[in-house]
């Protein structure tokens, strides 16, 4: 089993790319676009989608007319974003940078974190460091959206495995358990693909809304609005995300 983390790992994001981002995944995003914006008050300026994937946000976003730059540390998913966004003709920057280091200041009017892109850092304090890497690289009045899986969320849903099949019947296998009192998920998933076996340990920290709430504060925000789902619905027990909006 291989000692990079996870998250570094272009194998892992190879094996479980058909899992995670196939075309209702693109098609939802593409949905879910007008949404955010209708959240955040932007209908125009420069966004930075962090942690873009193959850009499912970013594209549709640059089609609404945003200027928008993508960033990621995957090579393999910045690869098939460039070929999407140029067969759709979108003019899109990415960048394979890390987002513990990645600042501009003053610069995103709207920056965008979706799909559980934070939390990725076993060190919680590289966590808060994207977080103030965001702050400072929005423009003053600029809006922050993040989209996780809270703890409140995952203690309702929580299952110790799970089983994806894709239609040539490949499978996904997620094995997880909830570690450190609830501070943090640790899983293997395992994939099977084209008759071969992959394991791969996966870390993710959790949060609570409060503690996200506090997270943000710390790095500056101060006007933070916490929703249940990208339609606005109020964060309860019928929340499916954790959608967090905060302004500089």
Not at 10 to 16: F, P, R
Not at 228 to 248: F, H, Q, W
Request: proline share 4%; aromatic share 12%.
């Amino acid at each position: 089993m291989s000692t990079i983390p996870w998250h570094e790992n272009d194998t892992y994001w190879a094996s479980v790319y058909e899992f995670f981002f196939n075309e209702s995944a693109f098609a939802n995003a593409a949905l879910n676009v007008p949404k955010l914006l209708q959240l955040c008050g932007r209908t125009s300026g420069s966004v930075l989608d962090l942690g873009c994937g193959p850009g499912r946000y970013a594209i549709p976003l640059a089609k609404q007319g945003f200027k928008v730059t993508g960033l990621d540390r995957t090579q393999l998913l910045l690869d098939r974003a460039k070929e999407f966004s140029s067969a759709q003709a979108v003019s899109i920057e990415w960048l394979n940078e890390d987002m513990r280091r990645f600042v501009r200041p003053n610069t995103y009017d709207l920056i965008v974190n979706m799909f559980t892109s934070f939390g990725y850092f076993e060190n919680l304090n590289e966590n808060r460091l994207v977080l103030e890497n965001v702050y400072k690289s929005l423009s003053t009045g600029g809006v922050f959206l993040m989209d996780t899986a809270s703890k409140e969320i995952l203690a309702k849903w929580f299952q110790p495995s799970g089983v994806n099949a894709l239609p040539n019947g490949d499978l996904m296998i997620e094995r997880r358990k909830i570690v450190d009192d609830w501070q943090k998920v640790e899983s293997e998933i395992i994939t099977i693909t084209s008759g071969e076996i992959r394991r791969f340990p996966v870390l993710l920290w959790t949060f609570s809304a409060g503690e996200l709430k506090g997270l943000l504060s710390d790095a500056g925000f101060r006007k933070i609005k916490i929703y249940g789902n990208l339609d606005g619905a109020p964060y309860g027990p019928d929340a499916s995300r954790l959608i967090a909006v905060a302004e500089k």
